[in-house]
């Protein structure tokens, strides 16, 4: 177990460096955050880890000799909620439409029971270990669901969930303004280029999220950074849609965009521990410049 200290009743945990592999390390560069509120302690995100986070519970409820109330969910990708069951006896909170869409991946979604032995074969095809915590992954669906925004915990302590899409249709990032520290899930990753699943133009998400009054931020995928890993990111996008709307009048093909020695490069690009994706055949900066191109044409 990997902690850092984000501020006094902040805590962000990964799972052990020694579990990283080459194949897919999004499980391991998926933080879990703790947060103290007076008289409970808050959980955001799981990873897929299931004896790793009851370890972390545990010393999370000592430190603070307090219990988790909730466990909240940024969103439902598997990277970030397969060990959901450490929290099955507290209040769980995702948005509606995470929740719809859980809902139809355990049924005929790649959540199924079939499905999830199949989705374990094709991630981890040499990795016995990893195979079974995919496949043995006790799911169940968030007990409260939020269409908007929830407010948690006393007023001047309290964390807002809020709604914002983005990474996922219902994506949610949480907010606490006494820690001044947002957890922002997928819509913001520092070790990989973001990715949307399906996209769409996030400029206003940023702008939405850089209005509040922010010192930590806790990534998707990565560790802790400021709120100018926001604006830059931000700041990136903007600099590609300018970019792409010049090329649509040169006639510029997808091909000669990516190879163009104008193409504005992505900021975090070649800084310690970066990756392209999570997995080695993967280009997401690549899948994003070509998804903007369309959605902008
Ligand atoms: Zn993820």
Not at 258 to 285: I, M, V
Request: glycine share 4%.
């Amino acid at each position: 177990m990997r902690i850092e200290i984000v501020t006094d009743n902040i805590v962000v945990m990964y799972a052990p460096k020694e579990l990283e592999l080459a194949i897919n390390t999004a499980p391991t560069t998926a933080p879990v955050t703790c947060i103290a509120l007076p008289e409970r302690l808050i959980i955001v995100d799981t990873g897929i880890f299931v004896d790793v986070l009851a370890n972390f519970r545990k010393e999370m409820e000592k430190k603070y000799n307090r219990k988790i109330s909730h466990l909240l969910l940024t969103h439902l990708d598997w990277d970030h909620m397969f060990a959901m069951e450490v929290f099955e006896d507290v209040k769980t909170v995702a948005s509606e439409h995470c929740i719809e869409n859980m809902k139809y991946n355990l049924t005929e979604g790649y959540l199924a029971k079939e499905n999830l032995v199949e989705f374990a074969n094709n991630r981890y095809p040499k990795h016995k270990e990893m195979r079974d915590l995919v496949i043995n992954a006790k799911l169940f669906l968030p007990t409260i669901s939020v269409k908007d925004e929830l407010r948690i915990g006393p007023e001047e302590n309290s964390l807002l969930f809020k709604v914002v899409g983005g990474h996922t249709k219902g994506s949610s990032i949480i907010y606490s303004s006494s820690e001044k520290t947002i957890c922002v899930g997928d819509n913001l990753l520092e070790c990989y280029p973001p990715l949307q699943h399906e996209f769409n133009n996030p400029i206003s998400i940023y702008k939405q999220l850089e209005e509040l009054d922010i010192e930590h931020v806790i990534p998707g995928h990565g560790k802790v950074v400021s709120k100018d890993y926001i604006i830059k990111t931000r700041k990136y996008y903007e600099d590609l849609e300018v970019f792409l709307k010049k090329s649509f009048s040169e006639d510029l093909s997808i091909n000669q965009i990516q190879e163009h020695p104008q193409l504005p490069k992505y900021f975090a690009q070649g800084s310690p521990g970066w990756k392209f994706s999570c997995r080695p055949t993967d280009n997401w900066l690549q899948y994003l410049i070509e998804d903007f191109y369309e959605t902008l044409k």
